[in-house]
């Protein structure tokens, strides 16, 4: 049998005996690898002559089990059917921290802010972030600067020239597969009172 990662299954058999009625036989199960299968992800269920066990794999556990299916009768007679479940690997999507909102003034980048990354299975090094605004014109997307190294990681925002408003912010983190997830957070640009413009005025003779 195969399953994928982190993706129960089950698996369908049938019981009898010739002296214990089919639902007073008694049936377990069991791992011979409890860090890929757990008993607590082992369920045994139906009823009469038609069972079940469901396996629920340990969380971004990959590999292979041998499992035992013991059915007992009254006498306490036992039969055990044997059989190996393999759990094959899957590329699960990074993770990003979540980031609250922020605010800074008009013409104002703001300071460095961290975030974490991080992946099962593609080192953090090789995640690719990238940004995105749904208000290009109040902060572009070169205005998302990413910094930082390995899980640290920081990005700095710097808003569009004399704008101020409201945004929405969301960066993303990419592995290479191809797998993404993305976080988004608010950021309020204040508007400030700019200082009067006056040309320069060349020397004068009169």
Request: charged share 20%; no cysteine.
């Amino acid at each position: 049998q195969t399953t994928a990662e982190d993706t129960p299954t089950s698996i369908s058999f049938d019981v009898s005996d010739l002296e214990t009625a089919a639902g007073a036989l008694i049936v377990s199960a069991a791992s011979d690898n409890t860090s890929l299968i757990p008993l607590t992800g082992i369920v045994t269920g139906g009823e009469g002559s038609e069972r079940n066990v469901q396996i629920l794999p340990a969380p971004n556990a990959t590999g292979s089990a041998n499992l035992s299916v013991t059915v007992k009768d009254a006498d306490n007679a036992v039969t055990t059917s044997t059989f190996r479940l393999t759990v094959l690997p899957e590329n699960d999507p990074p993770e990003i921290s979540s980031l609250v909102g922020h605010t800074t003034d008009e013409d104002v980048s703001t300071d460095p802010i961290p975030f974490v990354i991080s992946d099962d299975e593609t080192p953090v090094e090789q995640l690719m972030l990238s940004g995105r605004s749904a208000n290009p014109g109040l902060v572009p997307v070169t205005g998302i600067i990413f910094d930082g190294q390995g899980s640290d990681r920081t990005v700095r925002i710097i808003p569009a020239p004399n704008q101020f408003g409201q945004t929405l912010l969301t960066l993303i983190v990419k592995d290479s597969q191809g797998a993404a997830i993305e976080t988004s957070f608010q950021l309020t640009v204040n508007e400030t009172d700019d200082v009067p413009r006056i040309s320069d005025i060349p020397d004068q003779t009169t």
